[in-house]
């Protein structure tokens, strides 16, 4: 053990230290020697809803070695990866502070990969019941505007990431929220004890999947609520999920989901102030609905190189199938086939010339003039898109 390792305990306190918990995720964050005493204290308070007893054994981070102004370096456990460090450092403790936040949150979501299904959206619970509301939307379109309002009536879970189990019970991750003081500028992380947010309740589970839709314009547009056709609903969810694609069965997990509490909705609306009012019938009991997709077998009939002149689907992570249309997740993400895309991937789960693939297509489909090049033309877009592969010489 080097003198500087035999130190470390007499050169740091816990006072000098910010113990974190964050979707099971225990982080220690030691601060560099440019943040002062008053910063410290702000993001102790920012992070307050989040902060963990500190555990016995738990890695000390080391001093931060940056060069910048303003320096952080965090330790933390990461399953079997054991313990993992990351340092972090900026011009200015604003721009250090939403740094860290981005960090933390991406380094517990990489933790839970492929155990929970993690929404990039903001959540909210009926204090009384548990009932949880997420609400989807991407960064920049409202989210954490709506979310901080709706907190003020319900328990605040999160503006972030929502993280749900299999049996639907949500970990809160109170974390605080980023909120643009001027553009061009670093977020303000700024504490929901500070912006008077409920806090969420002991036990929030599931109720309701929305995805916001604002919109701008002159006047004041009363809320709408309607539910979202199951293939819209997966097409917007997938890109603002974090590691959907590490859990099995990525599409039919979700798709489970989403029958249990009743269908996804949409809330288009012009103002946030108008959104505890519209949202409240979707913290009620939902009806579960039935299910409006079948899976398919990913399985190809053959494996290794494709030979020369054939074609065959690419593995994939998972594939269902809503009315004529077929979803495939592959490891691009997630493609929608329409149209006789459906009818190539399924014969394509074994190695065929393009004179039978189209020929097995024509069997479905019929053979309207030039259905040979439609399907040579389809073929030549799925493998763009990374669902078959050709062989090449």
Known sequence: MSVQQQEEPALVTSSDLLHLQILGVEFVVRWGSGVSGEQQLNMRAAWAR??????????????????????????????????????????????????????????????????????????VADPATGATVVLVA?????????????????????????????????????????????HGRPKKQVGPDELELRPAPPSPFLQSIVLLNRVS?????????????????????????????????????????????????????SEAADLPAALAPLFQVQRQQEPGWEPRDVMSAELGQVREGYVRRTPAKDAIAIGSELLVMVDAGIVHLAGIGPAIWEAAAEPLTPGQLAEKVAKVHGTPEGYRAAVEQAVELLAAEGVLEQGRS
């Open 138 to 182: 991407k960064s920049g379109t409202g989210k954490t505007t709506a979310g901080s309002v709706l907190a003020k009536t319900y328990g605040y879970v999160t503006d972030e990431t929502v993280a749900i189990r299999q049996d639907r019970t949500v970990i809160p991750y109170p974390k605080p929220l980023s909120v643009k003081i001027r």
């Open 50 to 123: 989040c902060a963990s007893e500190q555990v016995p054994g738990a890695p000390v981070p080391s001093p931060p070695a940056a060069s910048e102004a303003f320096t952080v370096s965090v330790a933390f456990q990461s399953g079997d990866q054991g313990t993992e460090r990351f340092e972090l450092g900026a011009s200015s403790f604003d721009e250090l502070a939403e740094n860290l936040t981005s960090r933390l949150t991406v380094a517990a979501i990489l933790a839970n990969a492929g155990h929970l299904i993690m929404l990039h959206a903001c959540g």
């Open 217 to 269: 314009g002159e006047g004041r547009t009363p809320p709408v609520l309607e539910k979202v056709p199951l293939t819209e609903a997966l097409l917007a969810l997938i890109p603002d999920s974090s590691s959907q694609g590490e859990i099995k069965q990525p599409l039919q997990s979700l798709c489970r989901l989403i029958d249990i509490v009743g269908g996804v909705w949409q809330v288009t609306y």
